[in-house]
């Protein structure tokens, strides 16, 4: 039985039935939305550091929390809807953020804001592991890549969309540390109540209840999944430092106090990364990992001359390129993991690459808040864009092996 019999056979008759349409945006949506609530307090960081008098390792320690959460999340949950089911995984996660929104909506010092964190990681972790699964089975009957391409789509635009909420309602919106969270609560609301009528992906014979098991890799996927992990290693490491240092580059660059400039900074990164996997889907899963690795040396390599020139013009080019270079090297990823993972154990295969890509955006972020306290925000970049740089560098031979040894496999065929 093929992988696309294999899975649809594993899927409810209902999900079989609405393998698109709307089931399949909300799913989407709530990676989008997990992902936009993440960037969305990045350009309020500097307000809270003001208003409570936060030193800058605080609020590192701040954004350390999140990706704790979400690994944690992971590591203890992530096999928890291969046995209970997506929906409700989906639907736990998503109250979670709920709570984590009402948090940072009454937040009143640090404290505050560690719990928010927390359990807004706790809720990520719990519900992109699941939705990621369920995309898989919501389309691998019939197009695998569909699932690969909403995922990246809306991760990318979720945190570009994210980043630039953040600035705009700083900027204009009344109770700046407030309103933002209130929209997202509505937005999870919206997406909690339309979760109701996604089917379940999860046949009622395989779910054994509740069961707790760490991620894994199946011996079998192990070079395939090296080769994605390493892509979304670098795709993701030079997310989490850009999100951590465009509020003080952005504006410093295009000569502004405007929050905005971080906001739009974070804007064309995610919309970019959006691009590849719309205009691309064509190409075989390596061949996009070869291309994101070129782009992504070529758009770090060209930020830090901006950095250095003073460019804002090149600064915002170059975070396009960055940009696109996440998106294929994203992509490429998720399909190689996509097509590897066996359906039994989908939910746990995902997991274990979300823990990956999140220890990528956020281990290199937290070093680079404390790193940008002595040596500044321009020399912290130069130093860890040459370190993704170099991982890059090592990415693509693996990336070009294996796709000259599917090509050579498909010639025999």
């Known amino acids: 039985m093929s992988p696309a019999s294999t899975a649809a056979a594993s899927a409810g008759p209902s999900a079989r039935r609405q393998a698109s349409g709307p089931a399949f945006a909300l799913t989407a949506g709530v990676i989008g939305l997990c992902l936009a609530a993440s960037a969305v307090p990045s350009p309020l960081y500097r307000l809270y550091a003001v208003r409570w008098h936060l030193p800058t390792s605080t609020v590192t320690l701040i954004y350390a929390t999140y990706c704790l959460g979400v690994l944690?999340?992971?590591?203890?949950?992530?096999?928890v809807s291969d046995t209970w089911g997506r929906r409700p995984v989906v639907m736990t996660g998503l109250s979670g953020l709920l709570v984590a929104m009402g948090l940072f909506g009454f937040a009143s010092g640090a404290a505050w804001l560690f719990a928010a964190r927390a359990?807004?990681?706790?809720?990520?972790?719990?519900?992109?592991?699941?939705?990621?699964?369920?995309?898989?089975?919501?389309?691998?009957g019939r197009d695998p890549a569909t699932a690969s391409l909403a995922n990246v789509v809306a991760s990318a635009l979720g945190v570009g969309a994210g980043g630039l909420l953040g600035a705009v309602l700083l900027q204009f919106a009344p109770a700046p540390l407030v309103t933002p969270f209130v929209v997202l609560a509505v937005l999870v609301a919206v997406l909690l109540l339309g979760m109701t009528t996604v089917p379940e992906t999860v046949s009622r014979v395989s779910r054994s209840g509740l069961r707790i098991a760490t991620p894994g890799v199946p011996r079998?996927?192990?070079?395939?999944f090296v080769v994605?992990?390493?892509?979304?290693?670098?795709?993701?490491?030079?997310?989490?430092?850009?999100?951590?240092?465009?509020?003080?580059?952005?504006?410093?660059?295009l000569h502004t106090a405007s929050p905005l400039a971080a906001g739009l900074a974070i804007l064309a990164l995610g919309g970019?990364?959006?691009?590849?996997?719309l205009v691309a889907r064509a190409l075989p899963p390596a061949v996009q990992i070869v291309w994101g690795t070129l782009a992504l040396i070529g758009g770090i390599a060209s930020m830090a001359w901006s950095l250095s020139a003073d460019s804002a013009v090149l600064f915002v080019a170059a975070s396009v390129v960055i940009g696109i270079g996440v998106g294929f090297a994203m992509f490429g990823a998720l399909r190689t993991v996509g097509a590897a993972a066996p359906p039994d154990g989908r939910a746990r295969v995902m997991a274990a690459f979300y823990i990956v890509a999140y220890a990528a955006i956020s281990l290199p972020a937290v070093a680079a808040g404390f790193?940008?306290?002595?040596?500044?925000?321009?020399?912290?970049?130069?130093?860890?864009?040459?370190g993704i740089v170099a991982v890059s560098v090592g990415t693509l031979l693996p990336a070009l092996a294996r796709h000259r040894a599917q090509h050579r496999a498909q010639h025999r065929a």
Do not use: M
Not at 72 to 79: C, D, E, H, K, N
Not at 376 to 381: I, N, R, V
């Open 72 to 79: 944690a999340s992971l590591l203890v949950f992530g096999r």
């Open 119 to 140: 359990v807004q990681g706790l809720a990520t972790g719990i519900a992109i592991s699941a939705s990621g699964a369920a995309l898989l089975e919501l389309r691998q």
């Open 220 to 224: 079998q996927i192990r070079a395939p």
């Open 228 to 253: 994605a992990g390493l892509a979304i290693t670098c795709a993701w490491s030079i997310i989490g430092i850009y999100l951590g240092l465009a509020g003080t580059l952005a504006p410093a660059l």
């Open 272 to 277: 970019a990364s959006a691009v590849p996997p």
């Open 371 to 386: 790193v940008a306290q002595r040596l500044g925000a321009e020399a912290t970049f130069q130093i860890f864009g040459a």
